[in-house]
C-alpha cells in the first residue's frame, strides 16, 4: 500500500536528533512488547511480512507522532483480534483497570521451554531463502527499470524508485516474497537483487556522487 | 485495497507512557493465561538484548579485520560466516553484508520502508534510526545526515547509500584511523563505534 511508511526522499522532517545516551529500552513495557513479537509469530498470530503490513495500515498521523513501539502494539492488537488471541472488549476492559490500577503488576510467570526456544531463535534467526527451480531473469551489470504505479497490498517497492532505471549489482537467490505472503496468498519465492540507482537518477542534481543500493524481488524489474 | 480501518480497541494517539503501559500489561496478561508467553521469557530475552547484543560486538570484528587481513577478506567476502568465526551472529543478521570504507568510497545504512539493522553486531536500532527523519533524509541527502552527526566525507569521495529493504543486513567496516600502528585488537575496538558501523561517521581518531 501506498502509506506513511514509504518515507524515502519525503521533505519536511527537519532534523534527526540523535541523543548519544539512548537506553535500549525507554519504558519497561517495551521489553514485553519486543518478547511479544516472537511469541505472537510462534502463536500464528502473523508473519514477517504481515506484520510490518499491520503497521504500515496505521493512519499517517499517528505512525508519524507514536513511539517506535506502538507500531508493534498496533499491529499486534490488529492481527491479534482478527486471529481470536485477543477479544477486542476483553482487551479494553483489561487496559481500563491497569490504567486504574497503576501499580498492579502480573504476576511473575514461567515458561522454560519457550525461553529455549528464544534462545535458538536470538542464535540463530530465521531463514527467508526458498527454493526456485525457474532461472532467475536478470544477472549483473543488466539495466532495469523498477514497475511503476500503485501498490494495493503489501510492497517492498518504495516509491522512490518506482519507474527508476538502475544497474543489478548482485543477485543473492531466492527468498520469500513478502507482497503475497502478507496477504494470505502463500510464501512464494522471488529473486532479489541489489539494484544500483545513479543519485542524479532518483533526485536529480541533487542526487550528484551519491549512489543508491536497495533489494528488490524480481517480479518490481522490468528490462530497461 | 486492504485498509485496517479503525483500530479495534479504541485509545488514540499520542498516547502517555502510563496508557501504553497499561495495554501492554492487558495484552500480556491474555497471552500469558492463553499459555503463548511467560515473565521469564520476557526477562531472558529482554535482558540479551539490554546486556549481551550491542555496537561492541561490531567493533570487535571490526578491530579483527584491521589486524587481520585474512579475517578482513572473509568478513567482506561472506560477512555471515565470518562473524560466526567469532560467535557472533543470529536473528535479524542471517544474512550479512559488510561495506568497505576506503579513500574513495563511504557507505551509509539506512531501513526506508520499516527498522531493518544488523542486530548481531549492532543490537537493537535507537529510535532516530526507526524515526521518520532518518529514514526519509538518508537516501537523498547522505551528506547533510552526515553533516549532523558532526562528520563530512569530503567532496571527493562517493556515497554508497544502501537500503536494507529485504532480509540483508548491512553495516560499513570504517577506515581505520591514522596513528593506530600496533595497537591491540581491544584497543582499536574502543574506537569502533555505532554511528561509524552505520556509516555516519568514521571511527573515532586516537587522541
Known amino acids: 500500500m501506498d502509506g506513511i511508511h514509504d518515507l524515502g526522499g519525503r521533505h519536511g ?32 498470530a502473523f508473519n514477517l511480512d504481515e506484520f510490518r503490513h499491520g503497521m504500515e495500515q496505521i493512519p499517517p498521523h499517528d505512525y508519524i507522532t507514536a513511539r517506535y513501539y506502538e507500531h508493534w502494539i498496533d499491529s499486534m492488537v490488529h492481527y491479534g483480534v482478527e486471529r481470536g488471541i485477543f ?7 483489561r487496559t481500563q483497570y491497569y490504567l486504574d490500577n497503576p501499580d498492579k503488576e502480573l504476576p511473575p510467570s514461567s515458561k522454560p521451554e519457550m525461553v529455549e526456544t528464544l534462545k535458538g531463535l536470538i542464535a540463530s534467526g530465521d531463514d527467508y531463502h526458498r527454493p526456485n527451480d ?28 518506482r519507474g527508476r532505471t538502475g544497474t543489478i549489482a548482485t543477485l543473492h537467490g531466492s527468498y520469500v516474497y513478502p507482497d503475497t505472503n ?36 524480481e517480479p518490481y524489474l522490468l528490462p530497461a | 485495497m486492504t485498509t485496517q480501518g479503525p483500530n479495534p480497541v479504541s485509545g488514540s494517539f499520542p498516547r502517555s507512557d502510563e496508557e501504553i503501559a497499561a495495554r501492554v500489561k492487558a495484552m500480556e496478561s491474555i497471552l500469558v493465561e492463553k499459555d503463548l508467553i511467560a515473565s521469564d521469557a520476557i526477562d531472558y530475552m529482554s535482558s540479551v538484548f539490554e546486556n549481551e547484543l550491542g555496537p561492541h560486538l561490531g567493533a570487535r570484528a571490526t578491530a579483527r579485520a584491521w589486524v587481520d587481513p585474512e579475517f578482513k ?8 560466516a565470518a562473524c560466526r568465526e567469532i560467535d557472533i551472529g543470529g ?11 576506503t579513500e574513495d568510497v563511504h557507505n551509509v545504512v539506512v531501513c526506508t520502508l520499516c527498522s531493518c539493522y544488523p542486530w548481531p553486531v549492532l543490537g537493537l536500532p535507537p529510535n532516530w534510526y526507526k524515526y521518520p527523519a532518518y529514514r526519509a533524509r538518508a537516501v537523498r541527502d547522505p551528506r547533510g545526515v552526515m553533516a549532523e552527526f558532526g562528520f563530512d566525507p569530503g567532496d571527493d569521495i562517493e556515497v554508497k547509500v544502501w537500503d536494507s529493504s529485504a532480509e540483508l543486513r548491512y553495516w560499513v567496516l570504517p577506515r581505520r584511523p591514522e596513528g593506530t600502528e600496533g595497537w591491540s585488537e581491544e584497543e582499536l575496538a574502543a574506537l569502533v ?10 571511527a573515532t581518531a586516537p587522541k
Open chain 1, 13 to 44: 522532517f527537519g532534523p534527526i536528533l540523535h541523543p548519544d545516551d539512548e537506553p535500549v529500552f525507554h519504558s519497561e513495557w517495551e521489553k514485553t512488547v519486543l518478547v511479544m513479537f516472537p511469541a505472537m509469530a510462534m502463536a500464528g
Open chain 1, 87 to 93: 477479544d477486542a472488549e476483553e482487551l479494553e476492559r
Open chain 1, 134 to 161: 525457474q532461472p532467475a531473469k536478470f544477472a549483473t551489470g543488466d539495466r532495469v527499470t523498477v514497475v511503476d504505479g500503485p501498490s494495493l497490498g503489501h510492497t517492498r517497492r518504495p516509491a522512490y524508485v
Open chain 1, 182 to 217: 502478507a496477504m494470505g496468498e502463500g510464501e512464494g519465492s522471488e529473486y532479489v537483487y541489489t539494484v544500483e540507482f545513479s543519485g542524479e537518477e532518483l533526485w536529480g542534481e541533487e542526487g550528484a556522487n551519491s549512489t543508491v543500493y536497495i533489494d528488490l524481488w
Open chain 2, 73 to 80: 577478506l572473509f568478513l567482506l567476502a561472506d560477512a555471515t
Open chain 2, 91 to 101: 536473528i535479524q543478521g542471517e544474512e550479512m553484508i559488510v561495506l568497505e570504507n
Open chain 2, 193 to 202: 563505534t555505532r554511528d561509524s558501523l552505520l556509516g555516519l561517521t568514521d
